[in-house]
């Protein structure tokens, strides 16, 4: 599996960092502008580094509520930002999640040689936007028109916040999206930020998937990671490593230490 050539082997643990709401979003702090938001990123990022984090999400977590189809100044904006941060040291592994357009999260993870994007490109919900219904064989094209067929996609199989509209088992939406969307790897996650995804509906996602990427995306603990990565090929943290484990605060590098502590001992 790609994921396992692009971490050298291991099942990686991939931290997020929630940026600040960006120019153009109703939460965005005018005051401190975007350096303000840089600032609060790099901590973010250095301490997830610093702590032995294996990759990184950058995500326009507090640009709420959430579009569909984000304006141009979101593009501009966490291209800077993720340029400023890892162009000119060593970094890991990184990819974006642009919420809810993926092909923005493709444009930027293109200008900033991201490996990879997450997003939800399949299927048709209904939730907190109303009806969302992605057009996976447009983001898959606008991939392909853009150059950036080497940029990952990784899918979420149901949307935090979200509830399908597909009557089908998850399990066989899993495979028929691996069969003809051409994503590159699934998100199994819980019913909203911070829920850990169902630990059985993840075994037998993966059980069907065999040797296609599956992802854990929401809930991993210092109590479950390791039996979650028992099962999932990845797993995508960010509350319980926060200050005071509240998603609301910043990342802690005494935290993400403490978590890859714990797989090193196992």
Request: proline residues 4%.
């Amino acid at each position: 599996m790609w994921i396992n050539e692009l971490f050298g082997g291991k099942k990686p643990v991939i931290g997020m960092v929630h940026l600040d709401a960006l120019p153009g979003s109703i939460r965005y702090d005018e005051q401190n502008g975007l350096d303000g938001v840089i600032s609060h990123a790099e901590e973010d990022f250095n301490n997830l580094v610093e702590g032995g984090i294996d990759g990184v999400i950058f995500c326009n977590e507090w640009d709420k509520p959430y579009s569909k189809d984000v304006g141009k100044e979101v593009v501009a904006s966490m291209t800077a930002i993720i340029h400023k941060l890892t162009a000119n040291k060593a970094s890991v592994p990184f990819g974006v999640d642009i919420l809810w357009d993926t092909k923005a999260a493709l444009a930027v993870a293109l200008s900033t040689n991201a490996t990879f994007v997450r997003g939800v490109v399949c299927g048709v919900y209904c939730g907190d936007l109303g009806i969302y219904s992605p057009d996976v064989e447009q983001v898959m094209r606008y991939r392909h028109a853009i150059g950036a067929d080497n940029v990952k996609v990784l899918t979420n199989l149901m949307p935090e916040f979200s509830s399908s509209l597909d009557g089908r088992p998850l399990e066989l939406v899993a495979q028929s999206v691996v069969r003809s969307s051409l994503v590159d790897g699934v998100c199994v996650s819980g019913v909203m930020a911070g829920k850990a995804a169902p630990y059985q509906q993840l075994k037998h996602i993966k059980a069907v998937l065999e040797n296609f990427p599956v992802l854990a995306n929401t809930g991993v603990t210092f109590d479950t990671v390791d039996e979650i990565l028992a099962v999932a090929d990845a797993c995508i943290v960010a509350t319980c490593i926060k200050v005071d484990g509240q998603p609301e605060n910043r990342i802690e590098s005494a935290r993400v230490k403490k978590l890859m502590r714990r797989l090193e001992s196992k």
